[in-house]
């Protein structure tokens, strides 16, 4: 007899558990129902920066992302009633479907989950030998301690996440140029080191001014081994955009610069075959494709 009610009692239990949860999904179901999720550029690829666009099902104070283990920072655009955030995925980034998971805040507290899986394509990047000093292929002992030098004054800029967008509206070329080179290109350099293209390049001559591509504040401008004259724009929520082989700086360590600015000149200093200007963009650690960021219609 207590046996019958043992087993009775966990068969009962196992009932209202089940009743809970189908209320639960019930809920969830008809939260869901208003969620609404798109990304540019469609499809995504693996490089590729990306806009997401979200409209909630309710009125919601706060929306917070995240998206291949990094955090997406949301704003509201009044004119689209809709929030927006900037990702990205690395070239490292394998093809299949990742979630994109997100939570709002509702006016009443409420805290609502939605669970997006999006799908990342791969994409094929071009190959090219370059031939460039010998410095930068062997370097001696003095040579490999300022590069070790200058990867850690990089890792110590480049750790840099601030939750305040500084950015407004969309990203602008650095220069009137043609593109030499494109991101995701595989490099040999002097038939032995192989590298991928973090960036784009432009074409243009020594004494080029470069400006910036938003705005932001520096965070570096200083001269490194591979990357010469070089400046890092920090645009907040991780978002970072870098200038390399510059022949001249316009901006100091700290200066808060608008979208246009002059941040310096072309040059070719650094690992460079000649003067260029070589720009790359790095979200919360991961280098993105300049080219795409720039065809992004960004609020």
Not at 178 to 193: A, E, H, L, P
Not at 241 to 269: M, N, T
Request: hydrophobic share 35%; net charge positive.
């Amino acid at each position: 007899m207590l046996r019958w009610k043992a087993v009775s009692f966990r068969s009962v239990s196992r009932l209202l558990i089940t009743f809970v949860l189908a209320g639960i999904l019930a809920r969830d179901g008809r939260a869901q129902a208003g969620w609404r999720v798109s990304s540019s550029p469609n499809p995504i690829v693996d490089g590729a920066p990306i806009l997401f666009r979200v409209k909630t099902p309710s009125h919601t104070n706060s929306l917070s992302g995240k998206w291949l283990e990094h955090e997406v920072y949301f704003s509201y655009d009044r004119k689209t009633k809709s929030w927006y955030g900037l990702a990205g995925a690395s070239l490292e980034t394998k093809p299949g479907s990742y979630p994109l998971l997100l939570q709002s805040k509702t006016s009443s507290g409420a805290l609502v989950s939605f669970r997006k899986l999006l799908r990342v394509r791969a994409t094929r990047y071009p190959s090219i030998a370059v031939t460039v000093s010998k410095k930068f292929t062997e370097p001696d002992p003095q040579q490999l301690h300022e590069i070790a030098q200058d990867k850690t004054v990089k890792q110590d800029t480049f750790r840099t996440v601030s939750a305040e967008r500084e950015w407004s509206g969309r990203f602008e070329p650095p220069v009137d140029a043609r593109i030499s080179d494109v991101f995701g290109t595989q490099r040999t350099f002097n038939g032995k080191v192989q590298s991928s293209h973090q960036g784009l390049d432009y074409a243009v001559p020594q004494g080029t001014p470069v400006a910036a591509l938003n705005s932001g504040t520096v965070l570096l401008a200083r001269p490194l081994y591979f990357e010469g004259n070089c400046v890092v724009l920090d645009h907040g929520q991780g978002l970072l955009s870098l200038y390399l082989h510059l022949s001249e700086f316009k901006v100091h360590e700290g200066d808060h610069v608008e979208r246009g600015q002059q941040l310096g000149l072309s040059g070719s200093s650094g690992r460079a075959t000649g003067p260029h200007l070589h720009i790359a963009v790095r979200w919360q650690g991961v280098y993105l494709n300049p080219e795409t960021l720039l065809k992004l219609d960004l609020p």
